[in-house]
């Protein structure tokens, strides 16, 4: 009398040029229903696999809320003062003193005559939002390349029903490397090449240009370079050293800024909001 007959599917040697064989563990894949003549068990075969899976790529909005966490931010700011030294290609050397407010208002006061303080404040103003600027939840965004071949600065993604703008970024490791917008019939891209890292590994931009385009043609318009250096006072990194250079089609500019004998004020002066 032979015993139940059990039949072994799908258990099969594979040993070709790649190497030794796959085994795998066996499940029941279907019963005979009883009455049947042999009854027997069909076991097939369940594959296992000695390599840990891939890990899983992050998604582009992944990627941008960690170059979001990465940014060297001004979190509970009250403001400073710093002596701050003013020289530009047009002539213009002076000192004075820069008050930054809680809320990020630029202040210049004791300068000597003739210096552009437009040009001196929207510079500051620009580079204190920065550091001011808080990260919205809600920003969407989705690759606007499939990563092939790799670029030197990361990853493309564009902001999902940015029409006003049309921003796209650049993202590599936990840094923005690129921004690019549309303004009017301008088209910039700011391409930070290297970046200062405070005492907690957070980054903010040292060296970067701007280039500016016709947005229809192409056709480059002006360059800017920028320097932006930093020093630690208290739990902020503060600019020491700044220089811009401009340049166009028929002008060169170049504007420094020197701060020095940083203060953080006291709450009562910081400006801010009660």
Known sequence: MLAANVVLAAIVVVNGPAGPATVGK?????????????????LAMQPTSTEAAAPQSPSAGQLLAQARRA?????????????LRVATTAGYVGQGTLTVTAGGEVKLTGFPSGLD????????????GHR??????????????????????????KFVGDEKLHSSYRL???VVTQVNREMGEVRFSIDVLHVHRDATGKYVPEVFTVTFRDKSSGALKRCETHLNEWTQVGNFELPSHI??????????????????GHELLPAEQSGSKP
Not at 132 to 157: I, K, M, S, W, Y
């Open 132 to 157: 001011l600027a808080e990260t919205n939840p809600d920003e969407r965004v989705e690759f606007a390349d499939d990563g092939t071949p790799a670029h030197p600065l990361g990853r493309l993604v």
């Open 243 to 260: 220089r811009l250079q401009r340049s166009g089609a028929d002008a060169e500019s170049l504007l420094t800024l020197d701060l020095a």
């Open 26 to 42: 066996p499940k029941i894949a279907h019963r005979l229903p009883p009455g049947q003549p042999d009854q027997g068990v069909v």
């Open 117 to 128: 303080e437009k040009q001196v404040g929207d510079y500051l103003e620009s580079l204190v």
């Open 172 to 174: 590599r490791d936990d």
């Open 71 to 83: 940014r060297s931010i001004w979190t509970n700011f009250p403001g400073f003062n710093a002596r």
